[in-house]
């Protein structure tokens, strides 16, 4: 890390010893005139040396503060916050989409701001149902959240996407009246609940959103394409770009209510 101060200590000592080294050189009788030119080289390369990092220690400090005003921007600012992850992981699909890309069951992106894990449907729910799989759960619970832990974070977005095949089954749409905005939503509750009851990622920072078919990766053209189209994304954002926590909520009495649930 660059140490200003320590620069500035040092940069303080340039011009006395560079005045000492021409005093010593040019009272000396028996000093040549190459000594004295070397001499005067060296000053003037030092003295640039001085300018060069007094620029770079400016536009370092120009920069701190552009990061900090952004900063308190996104902690103020929590809806265009989330219109900026919008944009971030819409431009993440479009990317996957252009490339002709076929991510694996998990597979984890870095983006502008954060990282995403997208998980395929196939190995966290059957077709129509919000019940975590067997093998779903045990990788977010063994891979997944581990590896969110295992670095400071901001807000935790948990996002359900199906295709655009309707909900027709009488036993689906029993479970889910709405139909794929309703599914999409219970699929990323489960998810989100997994990773907080038994990955232990911290439940103040996490956020569950469903999309059903409106946030497509491919067009549903296809067997393919709406098998991509089913996913949950779990974006994580960088520490202190949205890193507030949700406000408490009062404290719960203990004594029963109508209320109770």
Do not use: W
Request: a negative charge; hydrophobic letters at 40%.
């Amino acid at each position: 890390m660059f140490d200003q101060k320590l620069f500035g200590a040092r940069r303080s000592t340039f011009a006395p010893a560079i005045a000492l080294s021409f005093a010593v050189l040019v009272s000396g009788a028996c000093v040549s005139q190459q000594k004295y030119d070397e001499t005067q080289l060296a000053a003037k390369h030092y003295q640039k040396t001085t300018f060069d990092y007094e620029r770079q220690i400016a536009a370092l400090e120009t920069e701190v503060a552009s990061l900090r005003r952004q900063l308190k921007a996104s902690e103020t600012n929590v809806q265009s916050a989330s219109a900026d992850l919008d944009e971030r992981l819409r431009s993440l699909n479009e990317k996957i989409a252009e490339l002709g890309a076929n991510p694996g069951d998990i597979t984890k992106f870095r983006v502008d701001g954060g990282y995403v894990y997208q998980v395929k449907e196939a190995i966290l729910f059957a077709l129509g149902s919000a019940d975590l799989s067997e093998d779903g759960r045990k990788a977010l619970v063994e891979t997944v959240a581990p590896d969110i832990n295992s670095r400071a974070h901001g807000r935790i977005y948990v996002r359900g996407h199906t295709d655009s095949v309707p909900v027709k089954k009488p036993e689906t749409l029993a479970k889910f009246p709405h139909g794929n905005l309703q599914l999409s939503s219970a699929r990323a509750v489960e998810v989100a609940a997994l990773l907080i009851e038994k990955g232990k990622v911290a439940n103040d920072r996490v956020v569950v959103m469903g999309f059903g078919p409106s946030d497509p990766v491919a067009a549903n053209d296809s067997a393919e394409n709406r098998q991509k189209n089913r996913r949950v994304e779990i974006f994580v954002s960088d520490e202190g770009m949205d890193a507030q926590p949700m406000a408490k909520p009062a404290e719960a009495s203990t004594e029963l209510t109508d209320d109770v649930k």
